[in-house]
C-alpha cells in the first residue's frame, strides 16, 4: 500500500481512482463498511482505491485545544487500511490554510485535480470545506460537472455496545473513558490498543515481582479509566497476555497517570526503550489502595491469575 503525505506526494502520473475521505480515527467497524466498499468498487472498475485522511485532527485546528483522544495513530489506522485492501492512503496537513478551502475548491483541487476520481464512496453526514459547508448532495452535484459517481453507504452498525447506540467514534472514545474496553472492543472490531515507548518508572513492580512496562504514551491517546485491565503486550511482533495498570498509582500516592504492562510469566525482559503496543481486552477492578503491601500482593497476583484466564479464553484469530 502507498502511504503519501500531502496532495505533492502523489505520483505525477496517477490515474482514475475510488476514493473515500474522512477523519476515520479508530477504522471502527462502521468505518470498515465504507472503506470495503470503496475496496470493492475499485476492484470492479479495474483502479486503485485511496483513503484520504487528514493530520491534526481538524477540530484541533478550527477549535484549537479541542482535539478528542485519538483511538489510533496514522500508522495504525494505515496498517489497519491495508488489512481492507485499500491501494493508497493519503493524509493531508489540516492548516488553517486548508480549512478556508470552499467546497468546491476541496473537490477540484483534491478529487479531481490530483486523485482523478471516478467514484467517491461515502457515509450519509460526510461534510467537507470551510465550515463543513459541504455535504453528501454538493459532492454528488458536482459529480456530474467533474465526471465521478457518488455512493453513500450507511454505516450505522448497532450491537450491545453503549446500550444499542449506533457504532462512533464518539461512542467509542466514552466507552474507553468509562473502562468499558470490550464495549470499545465490540465497536473497533479488535481491542482497542495503546503505544508508545518504554521509560523508566519508580519499579516497584519490579520490586514486588511483577515487573511492567511502563509505556509512554503518544500525544493525544484515547486511554481507558483507572483499573486493572487484561489484555496484551506486543513487543516486534510477538504478542504476549498481561495484566494492565491504569492509574497514578494510589497505593504510593503517585500523581502522574501511567500505563503500566506486567507480561505474565515472562522474565528478563529488558524494554526500555522500545516502542511497544498494549491492547485492552477486559476490565478487572477499579484502582484501589490496600491496607498493607502483602494485601496489595494478594490482590495483585489474583488480578494476574484473572487476566491470565481472560486472555486464555479469548480467540483472536482474525
Known sequence: MQRWRGLEDIPQDWGRSVVTIGSYDGVHRGHQ???????????????????????????EVVRPGSHPPLLAPHHRRAELMAKLGVDAVLVLPFTAEF??????????????????????????????????AGNVALLTELGATYDYTVEVIDLYVTGDAGGGQPFSSTLTRRLIAEG?????????????????????????????????????????????????YAGWLEVD??????????????????????????????????????????????????????????ELLVAMAADVKRCSELTAAYDRTP
Open 237 to 294: 511482533g510477538e504478542s504476549m497476555p498481561a495484566a494492565i495498570s491504569v492509574g497514578t498509582n494510589p497505593q504510593f500516592d503517585g500523581t502522574e497517570r501511567t500505563v503500566e504492562a506486567y507480561a505474565i510469566d515472562r522474565v528478563g525482559l529488558d524494554l526500555y526503550g522500545l516502542h511497544v503496543a498494549v491492547d485492552f481486552l477486559a476490565y478487572v477492578r477499579g484502582m484501589l489502595k490496600f491496607d498493607s503491601i502483602d
Open 33 to 59: 463498511l465504507i472503506i470495503g466498499r470503496a475496496v470493492e468498487r475499485a476492484r470492479e472498475l479495474g483502479i486503485p482505491s485511496v483513503v484520504v485522511t487528514f493530520d491534526p485532527h481538524p477540530s
Open 99 to 132: 480549512s478556508k478551502l470552499s467546497p468546491a475548491d476541496f473537490i477540484a483541487k483534491v478529487l479531481v485535480d490530483r486523485l482523478h476520481a471516478k467514484a467517491v464512496i461515502e457515509g450519509p453526514n460526510f461534510r467537507f470545506g470551510h465550515r463543513a
Open 180 to 228: 468499558d474496553v470490550a464495549g470499545a472492543a465490540e465497536i473497533l472490531g479488535r481491542p482497542h490498543r495503546v503505544e508508545g515507548i518504554v521509560v523508566r518508572g519508580a519499579q516497584r513492580g519490579r520490586e514486588l515481582g511483577f515487573p511492567t512496562a511502563n509505556v509512554e504514551t503518544l500525544p493525544h491517546t484515547a486511554i481507558p479509566a483507572d483499573g486493572v
